[in-house]
């Protein structure tokens, strides 16, 4: 991770955001827009529940990179989203691990963050949005492994989005009542709040970062019991 | 397989419909459409299927699933990667999933206990991503076998957009070209390198505007809105380099191509987009063009494809197969691979 930025936004202004920080995040890592050859959006709500094209087309529309039609030489950006509740931060990094060896630019742009879908959805959330520019070496903090476990995992503790004949309007509906479990800082190991949002877990995360020097242990756990934990070396 | 190196391949794929056939002139026949168009001559759409008041995206799913895993004839424990690419998620009353993963209750529902699972999401270009995320996953021994999967329930759309007055929304007329339907594939590991090979994948993101879909926003269910024209457009006036350039980076020659699929948005749309592949390569020996009464099922479009031509007896083992996927945002990206053995006698 070659450089990060995050910061807490409102309800519904995360696209702005994340291409505000994109920006600097870029700046940072001292790379231009062109050498990014991936970008991989990670959360769970969009605005009006929005199911295409893929929030990261978005940004990447918006940083305006490699926006032409194809040539024969011409430079590639690929986008796509991924999620798994809360822990879409750890996917969408192994997803970037996953993929930006075999592409022709080496560094991608890694976007977390959630937007209250409509005004009517009850939102007790701190929403963060957080970016980050990956790449395949340099000097940065090192991901060495994202482990997962399913061993609680609950199928019964979902969320869904949903038509509330009443009030004629989209709302969300979080099933099951899970114990959520607390923030736990020690010195190797971070793991966040299972009641928080993607967002918040990768801007926490981040706050443990400065004055690491050997490894840095992060585990994120869902409200339906899944967890993910990543590995970091610096 | 101690020093030797790994790779990719495809070991199964599996598709499935609903039983439930709907011709396409009994809901857009041109007295109800603007300009009283022929939507069956204008698309080459005959008919589509749609879901049973019980089915929803993840029963869709779970169908193409368990076919495709009987045909790999693998352990359910030996799969440990599993991956949703559905746009819809949607059940029977029209909800919308967005927690966890659908890909966590797809494992969980059939048995598979102990995989890494969540979604990809890339419109109908969804599926093809996740494959790339298993097939890499699987080449550098992070994964065994994968389960890529997805449940296409999206044919409330075209309830909404007849409800919307289609006179007034012409944005709106595309909607009527869907389908429901489910695709499934399983990867697994190999000895032998290039039995999956991928394009560059390109998102042409100066178009992410042109095809939205979002729940309405003052009724139950989802809407989709689409600049036909303007997004055929932006694919077609890239698609013969597209190709050229995929040829070059997949070592894989044009007329050694047993069967190829595109994104069938219209029967129409794929002949017109055969011309423009043929003229930047050459003749095609296979185009696959058989949407006509399954219309466009989204992500699962080339799984759905894949099993008509199954059921045809087109297929041959280690037969090559070139998929070409295009989705909204614009998501353009193309995998070759060699059909698995033991394909013909697959039921």
Redesign the interface.
């Known amino acids: 991770m070659l450089s990060w930025e995050s910061t807490k936004i409102g309800y519904n202004n995360l696209l702005k955001s994340t291409i505000k920080l994109a920006k600097k995040a870029i700046h940072n890592a001292k790379i231009k827009p062109e050498d990014i050859g991936l970008?991989v959006h990670g959360g769970?709500?969009?605005?009006?529940?929005?199911?295409?094209?893929?929030f990261?087309?978005?940004i990447?529309?918006g940083l305006n990179?490699h926006?032409?039609?194809?040539?024969?030489d011409s430079p590639?950006?690929?986008?796509?989203?991924?999620?798994?509740?809360s822990?879409?931060p750890h996917?969408a990094l192994q997803?970037i691990a996953?993929?930006l060896p075999?592409?022709?630019n080496k560094f991608a742009l890694l976007c977390i963050g959630d937007d209250r879908?409509?005004k009517h959805c009850d939102w007790d959330y701190e929403s963060y949005c957080v970016v980050a520019v990956i790449g395949v070496s340099g000097e940065g903090i090192k991901l060495v492994s994202v482990d997962?476990d399913?061993s609680n995992?609950n199928?019964n503790?979902?969320?869904?989005?949903?038509?509330d004949?009443d009030i004629?309007?989209?709302k969300?509906l979080q099933a099951g009542n899970s114990k959520y479990l607390q923030q736990e800082s020690k010195n190797n190991y971070f793991s966040g709040n299972s009641n928080w949002l993607s967002g918040k877990h990768m801007h926490e995360f981040l706050q443990k970062v400065d004055g690491q020097n050997d490894t840095l242990e992060h585990c994120i756990v869902?409200?339906?019991g899944?967890s993910t934990t990543a590995k970091w070396e610096f | 397989m101690g020093s030797t190196k790994r790779y990719a391949e495809m070991v199964s794929f599996g598709a499935y419909l609903p039983e439930k056939k709907v011709t396409t002139n009994s809901f857009a026949s041109p007295s109800e459409l603007p300009r009283s168009l022929d939507f069956v001559r204008l698309t080459g759409i005959l008919a589509h299927h749609e879901v049973s008041e019980e089915q929803g995206s993840f029963e869709l799913a779970i169908e193409a699933a368990k076919k495709a895993i009987s045909r790999a004839q693998i352990e359910l424990d030996s799969i440990d990667l599993v991956l949703n690419a559905s746009v819809s998620k949607m059940n029977h009353e029209l909800s919308q999933h967005l927690s966890p993963s659908y890909a966590s209750l797809i494992a969980e529902n059939l048995g598979i206990n102990n995989a890494q699972s969540f979604d990809v999401s890339n419109a109908c270009a969804g599926m093809v991503t996740a494959l790339m995320i298993a097939e890499s996953r699987i080449k550098s021994g992070q994964a065994n076998y994968a389960l890529i999967v997805s449940g296409e329930h999206i044919t409330p759309i075209i309830d909404e957009a007849k409800r919307r007055n289609l006179y007034l929304n012409p944005r709106a007329i595309p909607s009527l070209t869907v389908g429901d339907g489910a695709a499934a594939y399983i990867l697994g590991p190999t000895e032998q390198e290039g039995r999956i090979k991928f394009s560059e994948p390109f998102t042409l993101a100066q178009h992410n505007l042109l095809c939205i879909g979002q729940a309405c926003k003052n009724h139950r269910g989802p809407r989709m809105r689409t600049k036909a024209r303007e997004l055929q457009n932006s694919v077609m006036i890239n698609l013969g380099t597209f190709l050229q350039r995929s040829m070059n980076k997949m070592g894989v020659k044009w007329e050694q191509i047993d069967h190829t699929y595109a994104h069938p948005t219209t029967p129409k749309a794929v002949k017109k987009g055969g011309k423009i592949a043929t003229e930047a390569l050459g003749e095609i020996k296979f185009l696959h063009n058989e949407s006509v009464e399954t219309a466009n099922t989204a992500s699962t479009t080339h799984g759905v494809l894949l099993e008509i031509s199954l059921e045809n007896k087109y297929l041959t083992a280690d037969e090559t197969v070139l998929l070409i996927s295009f989705g909204s945002g614009v998501a353009i990206v193309a995998i070759h691979f060699n059909l698995p053995e033991g394909v013909e006698n697959w039921s």
């Open positions: 970008i769970v709500y969009r605005e009006h529940f929005r199911t295409e094209p893929a990261a087309t978005h990447h529309g990179i926006c032409t039609n194809i040539s024969f590639t950006c690929f986008s796509f989203d991924v999620t798994d509740g822990c879409s996917i997803s996953d993929l075999s592409l022709r879908p409509t997962y399913n995992f199928p503790f979902t969320t869904i989005g949903y038509f004949e004629k309007a989209n969300f869902d409200r339906s899944k």
